[in-house]
């Protein structure tokens, strides 16, 4: 009988251009899907990425990048058309602002359906890529099949040059939403939804997930479940820029939940110590990736080597 015990990553892989101050600009691998699988893979955890890679040479480059960090490539699908490109502009604060080119390219290549290993013990669906189109209505059949073998997560990553209407956009993340365990939303998607207030956790919470976890920047995370609410406090560092932050956090939350077994068909809640633990380790990768330039993940090892106690986590009233 085969263990199950890879996570799969579905989502896009593309090429980050990052404009500099100077006017300089480097090519970067990038994408929510990739930068998912890339970190989860310096955390030590075994990861499938799932999504489409053009076999173009950037496409290829992306590939070599992915297959040296360890990422199982042996389920992605390989595309004839070209790799998709983001233009990524650090702003101010250092939150990039994109420019998104990405029409007639791999991520519009029709999967049919997403293949994924044998060995899936979760599944984690994240961004354009898995929320619209082609690939996102695979992605979602993909998330239903595998629930009855694995643990669903979704991150919906918004970015709204690329989705349909608001109203049309709230659907399809509410229905990627109720079929997922773990839910990761950032303080930017709710605006980028026409939310601000976040009014929309509630709907989110009603539709069954055991853990929505909130980033909220330099405020830091908030987590809620069954057993209540946890918030963890951002590490103070100096910022260079954002990208890949999000995903960098996600594949810390995922990495320690299955470090503890925690992933994997679901069997009920969660308790607020490890949630405190995933919560604090997920914050500090994320703030050591914003102290690099593009999306860079921490390895493990310097994740522990820095860890000088525990960040400033409490239950909620």
Known sequence: MTTRQRIAVLGEALVDVVQTGTGASRACPGGSGLNTALAL????????????????????????????????????????????????????DGSPHYDLRLSRSALEAQPGAWRLPDDLIHLHAT???????????????????????????????????????????????AARIAQADIVKVSAEDFVE????????????????????????????ALALFAGGEIEAAAPSVTVRDTIGAGDTFMAALLAEMLRDGALGPAT???AAAPVAR??????????????????????????????????????LA
């Open 278 to 315: 995933w919560l604090a380790f997920a914050t500090r990768a994320a703030a050591l990736c914003c102290t690099r330039d593009g999306c860079d993940p921490p390895r493990r090892a310097e994740l522990e080597a820095r860890h000088d106690g525990p960040n400033s986590v409490a239950p």
């Open 268 to 270: 009920g809640g969660f």
């Open 127 to 173: 961004s354009f890529a898995s929320t619209t189109g082609v690939q996102g209505e695979a992605a979602l059949a993909a998330m239903i099949q595998a629930r009855a073998v694995a643990s669903t997560s979704f991150d919906p990553n918004v970015r709204r040059a690329v989705l349909p209407s608001i109203n049309e956009t709230r659907a399809l993340i």
């Open 193 to 220: 939804l026409g939310d601000a207030s976040g009014a929309l956790l509630g709907e989110w919470r009603a539709l069954g997930p055991r853990l929505i976890v909130v980033t909220r920047g330099g405020a830091g």
């Open 41 to 92: 893979a310096r955390l030590d955890a075994p990861v499938a990425f799932c999504g489409a890679l053009s076999r173009d040479d950037e496409g290829a480059r992306l590939a070599k990048h992915l297959a040296a960090e360890g990422v199982d490539l042996s389920c992605a699908l390989q595309s004839d058309l070209p790799c998709p490109r983001v233009i990524a502009t650090p702003g101010a």
